[in-house]
Every structure is written in C-alpha cells, then in structure tokens.
C-alpha cells in the first residue's frame, strides 16, 4: 500500500513562513514525480510545485521566488518551503506522487494539510 502523509500545516500571519512535509514510508524512489498540489474553498486542486525523480523543479507562477520544493531522499520526504506567505496562498495542501508502469501513471495522495494565512 502507497502511503504519502503530510504535515506542517497551520495558521500563519501574512508575511510567515511554514514547512510543509510528505512522508513516503516505501520511499519516495518509486515515484517518477512529486509534487504539492492545494485545494482552496469552491475552487479545484491546483499544482503549487514537483519535483521529479532525477531532481528537476517547477513552481505555479504565482508562487515562484516565494516557494521551494525539496527532497531528503535518506528520509524519504520530500518538503514545501513556504515564504512570504499571502492570504492567498490559504488552502489545503495535498501531497502527490506519480508512479509510472510502462507508461501509464497511477496517482497517489496524502490526506491534506490545512494552511491558513490570515492575520
């Protein structure tokens, strides 16, 4: 069973930072790409950042230079960095991971974390 489990969440001041973190206990090896995609209130799941296997990034415009994504692969986590946060940014976040076979993905997800900006 593929598991991804999220945390960091909470509520922040516009201006904070938060680390968001995604547990892969299997290992986040098997998986082509990983990323962090949000979910805000009557809105649908966007992507926010990924990181790929051989270590390539890319960022949603709107949180480039203000995101960071990353990965401990000893640890088998992969990380959001999240600065200057903005009201915005406001949602929950979800963890993704893709595992291809033979060229057809599977998606995986975490249960979400809730990110809250507001002062």
């Known amino acids: 069973q593929v598991q991804l489990v999220e945390s960091g969440g909470g509520l922040v001041q516009p201006g904070g930072s938060l680390r968001l973190s995604c547990a892969a206990p299997?290992?986040?090896?098997?998986?082509?790409?990983m990323g962090w995609y949000r979910q805000a209130p009557g809105r649908q799941r966007d992507l926010v950042a990924a990181i790929t296997s051989g270590g390539s990034t890319s960022y949603a415009d709107s949180v480039k230079g203000r995101f960071t994504i990353s990965r401990d692969i000893a640890m088998n986590t992969v990380y959001l960095q999240m600065n200057s946060l903005k009201p915005e940014d406001t949602a929950v976040y979800y963890c993704?991971?893709?595992?291809?076979?033979?060229?057809?993905?599977?998606?995986?997800w975490g249960q979400g974390t809730q990110v809250t900006v507001s002062s």
């Open positions: 299997g290992g986040i090896f098997r998986f082509t790409v």
């Open positions: 993704n991971g893709k595992r291809s076979y033979y060229g057809v993905y599977t998606d995986y």
